[in-house]
């Protein structure tokens, strides 16, 4: 019987915490604390690539961001490093970090030389009203061939084609997802699914959101939903577009 080669230091990293999100049970923090220092050991954009993964699991956004940018400078331009982008992806998409998604996006346009780069910051724009952003896209690239992607442009009719509007209901997703991204946050909880699209309901189109969230009764559910509601309500909007919104929060 062949020797059984060691786990590379990253992939065993990445197990512990894919093992963790599937079983629900939380990584006690003595055991994070030995993963960072196992990361600590890796070269380069790896490091912090795997460093982004972690803190995504602590749920500490801005040392997951600091990691992420520090992966992207780590990066060996002219290589191709498409593992590192797509950890580095999954440690903002897994809490639904779209406006980082955005801001990286924006700030290292190199980025939208990967596939799955270029579909996140779409579908990240599309949930922020960014449809300008949406648009630069498919101008530079063109719809992914083959992935299910929606058309910004079926969301510029939804606004009228109004640039006041779609000005707007950016700056009120920016504040509807802020309020859930805190929510989160504050419950120490995980997103399981993200749901974002137009709908119909008989009479007239409107825009459907639903959060699923992990190991959340239906109860709980109920309770954040309430809280998030009240948060949303802040933002005053009498648009009818912005108006026909339904957010919703479910366990799972």
């Known amino acids: 019987m062949a020797p059984r080669l060691p786990k590379r230091i990253d992939a065993e990293i990445y197990d512990r915490l894919n093992e963790s999100i599937n079983s629900g049970i939380a990584i006690p923090e003595l055991q994070l604390h030995g993963l960072i220092r196992k990361a600590e050991k890796l070269q380069a954009s790896h490091k912090y690539a795997c460093l982004a993964a972690i803190y995504s699991h602590a749920l500490d ?4 961001v600091e990691n992420v940018e520090n992966a992207i400078n ?4 002219g290589s191709d490093e498409q593992d590192c982008v ?19 996006s924006k700030k290292f346009p190199i980025l939208l030389n990967y596939k799955s780069w270029q579909k996140e910051s779409y579908n990240a724009a599309l949930c ?11 101008s530079d690239f063109g719809l992914l061939d083959g992935e299910e992607t929606k058309n910004y442009e079926e969301y510029w009719c939804y606004l009228d084609n109004d640039t006041q509007l779609v000005n707007k209901a950016n700056e009120y997703m920016a504040h509807v997802l802020g309020g859930l991204t805190a929510l989160v946050r504050k419950n120490n909880l995980r997103i399981e699914s993200f749901n974002f699209h137009l709908a119909f309901d008989g009479f007239e189109d409107y825009i459907e959101v639903i959060v ?30 912005l108006c026909n919104m339904a957010f919703s929060i479910e366990g799972a």
């Open 61 to 64: 956004y801005e040392r997951t």
């Open 74 to 77: 780590s990066l060996g331009y």
């Open 86 to 104: 797509d950890n580095i992806l999954s440690a903002l998409t897994n809490n639904m970090l779209f406006s980082d998604v955005l801001y990286l």
């Open 128 to 138: 922020n009203f960014d449809l300008y952003h949406c648009e630069r896209i498919v």
């Open 212 to 241: 699923s969230l992990l190991n959340t009764s239906m109860d709980k559910a109920i309770d954040l939903e309430f809280e998030w509601h009240a948060h949303i309500a802040k933002f005053y909007v009498s648009e009818a577009q």
